[in-house]
Every structure is written in C-alpha cells, then in structure tokens.
T-cell receptor
Framework: DGGITQSPKYLFRKEGQNVTLSCEQNLNHDAMYWYRQDPGQGLRLIYYSQIVNDFQKGDIAEGYSVSREKKESFPLTVTSAQKNPTAFYLC???????????FGPGTRLTVT | AQRVTQPEKLLSVFKGAPVELKCNYSYSGSPELFWYVQYSRQRLQLLLRHISRESIKGFTADLNKGETSFHLKKPFAQEEDSAMYYCALSGRGFQKLVFGTGTRLLVSP
C-alpha cells in the first residue's frame, strides 16, 4: 500500500454543492487518472492527465472538472451539474500513459 | 475501437473447483493485457500482466491472439479468491487502459 492516497474515504454532500476529491501520489508518475465505479458498470474514466498542466476528458467528463498544477496532485471536482454524483471514485497513476496503473483506496461520495 | 469484454458479471464456484474468468478483446495491433483484482475493502491492484507470463496466487492467463482472449484461470479456487476481477487492454500509442466491466468471483465453502 501507499504511493497513492485519496481523501477523504467517505464524503457526504447536499445536492447543489460542488465537492473536491483529493488524490496525491509520491511515485513520481507522470500520468494520473480518475475513474468512477458503479455496480455492474465497471470502471468508467472521467479525466486523465499525461503530464503536469495538461489533462483530457475521459468517457464521462460531464459534470466534473480537474486540475493538474503539480505532478503529485490531481484533484477532482464534482460539480452540481453532475446528475448522478453518488458513486465510488478511484484515482490512479502510471509512470506514463498506456501502461499499468496503480490505484488509490477510493473515495465514496454520497450526495443527498 | 478498442474494447474489452468480460461476459460474466458473476461467477460462482465451490472451493477446490477450477475457475476461468473470461476476457476477450478487440484490437488490431499488438496488445498488452492485464488482470486487476479488487478484494473486499481493498484497493484495486494489478494481479498479473501477460508480458510477464507469471503465476500469481495460483492464477495464470495466456494470451491467445487467434481467439483474441486473455482468460484468467486457477485450477483450485480458494475462498480468499472471492473478489472483483477486471481485464484491461493497452497497446502502442494508447493514452489509457481500456477496462472490461468486471467479473465478480464468489467462491463458496
């Protein structure tokens, strides 16, 4: 364990509020990723970043935003525009894109 | 488009029985394939990669380019193998891994 941390483990928010999920890695990896995991739907890619100050939309980017100001950090903001924000969110990193990824422990977000 | 198919959402076996989790991929180039596992209350972790041709926790997976498959096998399942398993695909120029939808393996005593 270690290497990629996500905080908090559980997060509760009221509908209409933006919320930011933290992801930090000390593996010196260039690439970082955010996934959403829902029962029966597997892992769906939200955003990814190949390098600092650069990021691309994944398959389900609507209602989410990210930043990559530091190599070690890739925070995800779930905005009020996201229609179904309640989910388990996973952050991952890899030494470069297209190779094996290492995952954080996840954050379970509940919006009511 | 690149795609990974895991046809079974749930695979239920008894302890000691052989297990095979299916993975088929769609990609015209030379693939790199991975199996990831997520045990209860643990993070998703790499189980094995085809390029290493290794056996981890008794699991093996062979790449069959003719059938475009990378099935995960274990001759004798253990209760601690119960977990969610994901197959993932990469290749030259890929910017991300392509994951299948996962198979939940349940090993009963």
């Amino acid at each position: 364990d270690g290497g990629i941390t996500q905080s908090p483990k559980y997060l509760f928010r009221k509908e209409g509020q933006n919320v930011t999920l933290s992801c930090e890695q000390n593996l010196n990896h260039d690439a970082m990723y955010w996934y959403r995991q829902d029962p029966g739907q597997g892992l769906r890619l939200i955003y990814y970043s190949q390098i600092v100050n650069d990021f691309q939309k994944g398959d389900i980017a609507e209602g989410y935003s990210v930043s990559r100001e530091k190599k070690e950090s890739f925070p995800l903001t779930v905005t009020s525009a996201q229609k179904n924000p309640t989910a388990f969110y996973l952050c991952a990193s890899s030494i470069e894109t297209g190779v094996e990824q290492y995952f954080g422990p996840g954050t379970r977000l509940t919006v009511t | 488009a690149q795609r990974v198919t895991q046809p079974e959402k749930l695979l239920s076996v008894f302890k000691g029985a052989p297990v095979e989790l299916k993975c088929n991929y769609s990609y015209s180039g030379s693939p790199e394939l991975f199996w990831y596992v997520q045990y209860s209350r643990q993070r998703l972790q790499l189980l094995l990669r085809h390029i290493s041709r290794e056996s981890i926790k008794g699991f093996t997976a062979d790449l069959n380019k003719g059938e475009t498959s990378f099935h995960l096998k274990k001759p004798f399942a253990q209760e601690e193998d119960s977990a969610m398993y994901y197959c993932a695909l990469s290749g030259r120029g890929f910017q991300k891994l392509v994951f299948g939808t996962g198979t939940r393996l349940l090993v009963s005593p």
